[in-house]
Structure formats: C-alpha cells, structure tokens
Nanobody
Framework: QVQLVESGGGLVQAGGSLRLACSASAGTFSAYVMGWFRRAPGMDREFVASISSLSRVTNYADSVKGRFTISRDNAKNTVYLQMNSLKPEDTAVYYC???????????????WGQGTQVSVSS
C-alpha cells in the first residue's frame, strides 16, 4: 500500500506559476512510475504527465507540453509538477498516482492521492 499526499495547490493569475508536490509513504517509491492527472469541473480525469522510476522517461499531455515539468526525488519519496505559464483552462483538481507501468491510462495507476485544487484566474 502506498499513501500519496499532494500539496502546493492554490489560486494564481494567468501567466503565473505553481509547484505541486506529492509525498509518498512507501519505502518502495523508487519502484513506481509516478503520474499527475487532473479533473476539471464537469470533466473526466485526464492525464497530465508521468515519469519513470529512475526519471529516464517523461511523458506529457499535449496541452501542457512546454509549460509543465515533472520531476522526482527518490531520496525524498516525492514527485513534483512545476507549472509555468498557467492558463484558466488549467483550473482543476490535480492528483498524483503510482503505477507499475509507464502509462497515460488512469486504469493502470494503483494508488492515488486525494488531490489539490489549482485555480487560475484570467
């Protein structure tokens, strides 16, 4: 069992930046692929970014490519999402999740955090 806790959400103006963090309880954190997803009001949860266990492979949704950066620190059991040039359409609850495979599919993620709200004003 892996417990995930997100932090760093908040309200920011368009063009601003936020850095989300997700801390994991398990000592086997480094064995998991980590992903960030988001759910906007009235929408399905969607893939944002993922990073392989040793940070060799990263993937991004087209909508955030070039603006968001995923990274991880296995010594701290933490994965980050640096979000720059934020847009109002980035407003959503952001979730981190852990998987045993590199995937954009929510069904492949075994453990989920509770989410953190990101709101971007125009």
């Amino acid at each position: 069992q892996v417990q995930l806790v997100e932090s760093g959400g908040g309200l920011v103006q368009a063009g601003g930046s936020l850095r989300l963090a997700c801390s994991a309880s398990a000592g086997t954190f480094s064995a998991y692929v980590m992903g960030w997803f988001r759910r906007a009001p009235g929408m399905d949860r969607e893939f944002v970014a993922s990073i392989s266990s040793l940070s060799r492979v990263t993937n991004y949704a087209d909508s955030v490519k070039g603006r968001f950066t995923i990274s991880r620190d296995n010594a701290k059991n933490t994965v980050y999402l640096q979000m720059n040039s934020l847009k109002p359409e980035d407003t959503a609850v952001y979730y981190c999740a852990a998987s045993q495979v590199i995937s954009r599919n929510t069904n492949n993620y075994l453990y989920w955090g509770q989410g953190t709200q990101v709101s971007v004003s125009s």
